[in-house]
C-alpha cells in the first residue's frame, strides 16, 4: 500500500467533524475555547497582574501612565489569530507555551522578539515584573476559568434560553390540545400536547439555573499555593489580598474608565497546590450534562411522537429524507442532537471524573484534557441547534392525536373506579380492571357499565358525558402557568 502524503489542512480533512463537517456551526464557540482563545485569555491574565502590581506601590513598580495603561489594554483588545501564530512560533523555540506567552508580551532580544512592549519605555522597563512570581498554572488555571465564563455567557445559556423560549411557545399554543398518555408504551391517563412540552421547560429551566450558578473559581498564589515566591521578594506585603483583588476585581468592559483598576472578574480560590482543584470545573461539567440529558429525553420522546404521526415537520425544499424512499421526512434534527448529546455527555463525565485528581501537588495529565473543554461543550452547543431547527419544524397532526384517542376508552377506567371509590362502592378497581384489563373497550361497553352503577344521577351524568379527549384534569393549566 502506497502511502498517503501529507493533505493540507481544511474542514474536508479535520479529524474532529467540529472543525470538518460542522465548522460553520460553531464559529461563535471556536474563538472562546481553541487555542487560539486559550493564549488571549493568557495575554489578559498576564497583562491584568502587571497592571495590579504597577498600582500595589511596590518598590521598582508605579502607576502606568493613561498612554501606557491604555495600550497595555489595547494589547489584550485588539489580540487577534496574527498574534497568536507569533507566540507559537516563539514557542518552537521555548517548548513551552506559557513562556512564549511572555516573551511575545515583553520581548526577548536573544530570540529576535521585539515584543508587545515595544516603543513604549515605561513598559519595556517593567519587563521583569510580567509573570512575576508566578508559575504557569497561575495563567493557566485564570485563563481556563475566563474560557469557561465566556462560553458559558456567550454561548451555552444562550442556545439553553433559545430552547427554553421554543418549548415555552409550543407549551402556550397546544396547551389545550389533547393526547392519550403512554406508561410502559401503553395507553395511559390523557394529558396535552402542551403539558408534555411544559415538564422539560420546567426541568430545563432548573438545569440552567444550576450551570449559571456555578462560581468560577482562579487561583495566582504561585508554585505550591503558598506564595513562596511572592514573599521572597516582599514579605511585608499582603500578597494573598492582592491575588484576591486581581481575581475579583471585574475585568475590563466598554463602560470602564480608562484609569479605574481592572480584574479578572472570577471568584477566588484561596487553597490550593500548584494547580486549581478544579472542583468547580466538575460541578460545571455535571451541570451541563444533567441539561444535556434532559434534551436527550426530550429528542427521543419527539422523534417518539412524529413515529406516532402526532407531528408532522415541515418541509424543506431539495431535502432528502432517503436515498432510495422518496416518501421519507426523516427526524434527522432530533437524532443528530440525541448523538452529539451523548458524546458531549461521555466527554462531560471524564472531565468531570479527571480534572479534581492531581497527583500531589501537581502532574500534567490534566493538561491535555483540559485541551478538550471545547470538543466536549462544542458536541452539547452542536446539539442545541439541532434540536432548535427540529423544534421550528415540528407542525401538530390534531387527526392522529384524536383518532389515538377515540380508540382508548379503556383510559376512563380509572376515573369510573376513582368515582366509585369516592361513594365507597366495594371493589370499584377489581371490577373496572375485569372489564378493562387486556380487553378492547368502547364507548358504548363503558356506558352500560356507568349505567349500571348505583351513582348519584349527577355523578353519572358527569361520567357518561366523558370522553378521552375531555379527560386531561389540569393539563391545559399546568401547560399555560409554567
Known amino acids: 500500500m502506497h502511502a498517503t502524503p501529507p493533505l493540507e489542512f481544511s474542514p474536508l480533512t479535520a479529524l474532529s467533524p467540529l472543525d470538518g463537517r460542522y465548522q460553520p456551526k460553531l464559529d461563535a464557540l471556536r474563538p472562546i475555547l481553541s487555542e487560539y482563545g486559550f493564549m488571549r485569555c493568557r495575554v489578559q491574565v498576564e497583562l491584568v497582574w502587571l497592571e495590579q502590581l504597577c498600582d500595589a506601590g511596590l518598590a521598582g513598580t508605579a502607576p502606568l501612565s493613561p498612554e501606557a495603561r491604555a495600550h497595555l489594554r489595547a494589547i489584550v483588545a485588539r489580540?487577534?489569530?496574527?498574534?497568536?501564530?507569533?507566540?507559537?512560533?516563539?514557542?518552537?523555540?521555548?517548548?513551552?507555551?506559557v513562556k512564549a506567552v511572555e516573551y511575545w508580551i515583553r520581548g526577548n532580544p536573544e530570540l529576535g522578539v521585539a515584543g508587545a512592549f515595544a516603543g513604549w519605555p515605561q513598559l519595556q522597563a517593567l519587563g521583569e515584573f510580567v509573570h512575576f512570581a508566578c508559575t504557569s498554572e497561575d495563567i493557566n488555571n485564570t485563563s481556563h476559568a475566563l474560557q469557561l465564563q465566556a462560553a458559558r455567557e456567550q454561548v451555552l445559556l444562550p442556545g439553553l434560553d433559545a430552547i427554553v423560549a421554543q418549548l415555552r411557545d409550543l407549551a402556550q399554543r397546544w396547551a389545550a390540545v389533547p393526547m392519550l398518555s403512554r406508561t410502559h408504551g401503553q395507553s395511559a391517563s390523557p394529558t396535552t400536547v402542551g403539558k408534555e412540552l411544559a415538564n422539560v421547560l420546567q426541568r430545563l429551566q432548573s438545569a440552567r439555573q444550576r450551570i449559571a450558578a456555578v462560581p468560577l473559581l482562579a487561583k495566582l498564589n504561585g508554585a505550591v499555593g503558598n506564595y513562596n515566591a511572592h514573599l521572597a521578594a516582599w514579605p511585608d506585603f499582603d500578597w494573598e489580598a492582592f491575588a484576591r483583588r486581581?481575581?475579583?476585581?471585574?475585568?475590563?468592559?466598554?463602560?470602564s474608565a480608562p484609569n479605574a483598576a481592572i480584574g479578572l472578574g472570577l471568584s477566588f480560590q484561596p487553597y490550593s497546590t500548584q494547580i486549581e482543584p478544579h472542583d468547580y470545573m466538575a460541578e460545571l461539567f455535571d451541570a451541563v450534562a444533567r441539561s444535556n440529558t434532559i434534551l436527550i429525553d426530550l429528542a427521543r420522546d419527539l422523534w417518539g411522537y412524529i413515529s406516532l404521526g402526532y407531528f408532522k415537520q415541515r418541509l424543506k425544499a431539495g431535502e432528502i429524507g432517503s436515498s432510495t424512499m422518496p416518501h421519507k421526512v426523516n427526524p434527522i434534527d432530533f437524532e443528530n442532537a440525541e448523538g452529539n448529546l451523548g458524546l458531549a455527555n461521555a466527554l462531560l463525565r471524564h472531565l468531570s471524573e479527571k480534572l479534581p485528581i492531581s497527583r500531589w501537588q501537581r502532574d500534567l495529565s490534566d493538561s491535555t484534557v483540559l485541551r478538550n473543554m471545547g470538543v466536549a461543550l462544542g458536541h452539547a452547543v452542536l446539539a442545541q441547534q439541532s434540536l432548535r431547527v427540529g423544534l421550528a419544524k415540528l407542525e401538530l397532526n390534531p387527526a392522529a392525536l384524536a383518532a389515538d384517542l377515540d380508540e382508548a376508552w379503556e383510559v376512563l377506567a380509572e376515573p369510573i373506579q376513582t368515582v366509585m371509590r369516592r361513594h365507597g362502592m366495594a371493589g370499584a378497581y377489581e371490577k373496572l380492571k375485569s372489564a378493562t384489563r387486556g380487553q378492547a373497550v368502547t364507548r358504548a361497553a363503558l356506558h352500560e357499565l356507568i349505567e349500571s352503577l348505583e351513582l348519584p344521577p349527577d355523578d353519572k351524568a358527569r361520567l357518561l358525558a366523558l370522553t378521552p379527549a375531555g379527560y386531561t384534569g389540569m393539563a391545559e393549566a399546568l401547560a399555560r402557568r409554567v
Not at 489580540?79 to 507555551?97: L, Q, S, V, Y
Not at 481575581?247 to 475590563?252: D, K
Open 246 to 255: 486581581v481575581v475579583e476585581t471585574p475585568a475590563a468592559s466598554a463602560s
Open 79 to 97: 489580540f487577534g489569530p496574527a498574534d497568536a501564530a507569533a507566540i507559537k512560533a516563539i514557542e518552537k523555540t521555548t517548548n513551552h507555551d
